[in-house]
């Protein structure tokens, strides 16, 4: 019996009792019953996901006791409390966190006017308290049920995404089904994870695109984690399954400020002051011959506090690396080119990769390490016709406009565009520093040989042939294709051996913690989309 069956004044101790009844089917019986259907699909419930994330007894639940209002379909008969979305707040490693968790058990965590109602106040809480939003999707997307009410809370929810882009960190996590243009407001927040097999996005489902196309495609194939990290590029992450997910948020909580006028959380410093072994070893890593390749992770791994580091988007466009670090307890964004994968060229998904990662770092006052090796943009007529000018544009004008802290090593080659796009000194780094083996130049030695020399090599008999051509890519290399004439200049500030670089950085990075620097105003400016 609850208060509204009573014809009699309850006691108080009534009323307590009848506040626990409630509260029981809330979370106990509706629990019990979302346990059957989410672990029989190898998921779990929308509590579960918030008890894992989240430190132990922190969760403050809102609108626990929300109905929907809709009479139509018959829905009038099945009023579930929290009308499939548990919002609420919470801390993570002590520090403060809104959160919201679509309940698929409930009107298969379908979007309607309630559940809207509950996630934008939990979203315009995160935007009061200025700390990071979570949103766990796991939803057959609008409520079918409650029409064009539901499509209004979606814009409405795009719409408060845009609004807190740039301001509070956005992270969504895709548990289960995200279809429709439901798929737009975690595709407008800053950092997406997707869980392998139990997941899967797409504006349009296999059955549709059959119908529309013809053509036969699986869910996972379409939209499956896979997809959505190494190609499509929605996914920032793709993990292996629910715990994977949530450690990878938390982690990467780790690393972001709340806001975007608070500081990263900052760690204790240990390093080394002094040349350590590992810094040694950078001495030994770039290989003497220039098409040999190495791996960049082992230069980023010996330039970080205790080697460690959190890829963003590790799958997609491997060819450029970034992810988060610390050094000297602080946070740094790493954009790198990565010489094991197409030798770390710059094509259209590692531009736009590297852009929105750098632009998330300027905005939330996270200094940029870029560590260059890139013999320039891809050519060919697939990144052509593709959009690589529009496209490739993008890295340029994010590095132009951020204005937090810069430091760029140049490692080996930095040719052409590429030279000039990857934290060069003319797009506003700060420091900037170039190993010995670097090769500043136009083109690669033999490229710019070819086209130089073209007429006097076309005169030669093929014994002299190979034997001059030789030697004007080394005297081209000698006098072109090193440091020394970018230092000449000062495009370069410092020419150091590898070893010495892990200080360098360090120290230029505590240099750099008072930089001020304001853009010219204006309401926004217009990045090639
Ligand atoms: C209401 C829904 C629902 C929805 C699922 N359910 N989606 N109820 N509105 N959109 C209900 C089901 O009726 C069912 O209720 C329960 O949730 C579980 O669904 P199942 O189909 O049994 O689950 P499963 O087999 O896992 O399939 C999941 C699914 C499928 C692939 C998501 O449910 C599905 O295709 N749903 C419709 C998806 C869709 O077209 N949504 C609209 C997208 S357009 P019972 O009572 O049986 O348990 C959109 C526009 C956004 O979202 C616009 C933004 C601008």
């Known amino acids: 019996m609850t208060l509204e069956d009573l014809s009699f004044t309850p006691t108080t101790s009534f009323r307590i009792a009848d506040l626990a009844t ?75 966190i809104c959160l919201f968790s679509q309940d698929f058990s409930v009107f298969g965590g379908s ?51 845009a609004l807190a882009s740039g301001v509070i960190p956005q992270i969504s996590m895709i548990m289960g089904p995200c279809a429709g243009g439901a798929v737009y407001s975690p595709a407008i927040t ?8 139990t997941s899967h996005m797409f504006v349009t489902g296999p059955d549709v695109v059959h119908a529309v196309t013809g053509e036969r495609v699986s869910a996972q194939e379409l939209g499956g984690a896979g997809t959505n990290s190494e190609v499509a590029g929605n996914a920032h992450h793709r993990a292996a399954d629910e715990h994977d997910a949530i450690e990878w948020v938390q982690v990467l909580l780790g690393y972001l400020p ?65 992810a988060f670090a610390r050094i000297q307890g602080h ?39 870029t560590l260059a090796d890139v013999p320039g943009y891809l050519p060919g007529v697939d990144q052509e016709r593709g959009g690589i000018i529009r496209r490739g544009a993008k890295l340029i004008y994010a590095y132009a406009e951020a204005t937090v802290p810069k430091v760029t090593v140049v490692t080996r080659k930095a040719y052409g565009g590429g030279y000039a796009v990857m934290g060069s000194k003319h797009l506003g780094a700060d420091v900037n520093i170039a190993w010995p083996t670097a090769e500043i130049a136009v083109m690669g030695a033999e490229g710019a040989v070819q086209v130089l020399h073209r007429r006097e090599l076309a005169g030669l008999p093929p014994d002299e042939l190979a034997r001059a051509r030789r030697r004007l890519t080394e005297e081209y290399r000698e006098r072109h294709a090193s440091p020394y004439l970018a230092a000449e200049r000062g495009y370069v500030d410092q020419v150091l051996a590898p070893s ?30």
């Not at 360098?504 to 001020?516: H, P, S």
Request: one cysteine or more.
């Open 500 to 529: 010495q670089t892990r200080v360098q950085v360090a120290r230029a990075l505590r240099a750099l913690r008072t930089k001020r620097q304001a853009l010219p105003a204006k309401k926004h400016g217009n990045i090639p989309l």
């Open 331 to 369: 946070t740094v964004g790493v954009v790198a080119n990565q010489p094991r994968c197409q030798a770390g060229v710059i094509d259209i998904d590692a531009s736009e990769k590297a852009a929105r990662f750098v632009r998330f770092c300027d905005a939330f006052g996270i200094p940029l390490l």
């Open 190 to 197: 800053d950092f997406t994870v997707m869980v392998e097999d």
């Open 22 to 96: 409630r509260q029981d089917e809330v979370v106990r019986i509706a629990e019990k019953r979302a346990i059957d259907r989410q672990h029989a699909k190898g998921k779990l419930t929308a509590r579960e996901r918030i008890d894992l994330l989240v430190d132990p007894g922190s969760f403050v639940e809102l609108d626990q006791l929300a109905r929907h209002r809709c009479t139509e379909f018959g829905m009038d008969a099945n009023r579930p409390y929290g009308d499939g979305v548990v919002t609420g707040h919470a801390t993570v490693d002590g520090r403060q």
């Open 258 to 322: 709340s806001n975007n006028l608070d500081p990263a959380p900052e760690y204790t410093d240990d390093t080394d002051p002094g040349i350590t072994a590992a810094d040694l070893e950078l001495d030994r890593l770039v290989p003497d011959a220039l098409n040999q390749v190495y791996d960049m992770t082992e230069v980023i791994a010996r330039l970080v506090d205790d080697g460690e580091f959190t890829e963003i988007h590790g799958a997609f466009a491997p060819n450029m690396i970034c």
């Open 111 to 161: 979007m309607g006017e309630v559940f809207g109602e509950k996630v934008l106040k939990v979203m315009d809480l995160a935007m009061t308290l200025g700390c990071p939003v979570v949103g766990i999707n796991d939803s057959g997307g609008a409520r079918i049920q409650e029409g064009v009410v539901s499509l209004a809370y979606y814009a409405e929810l795009g719409r408060r995404n």
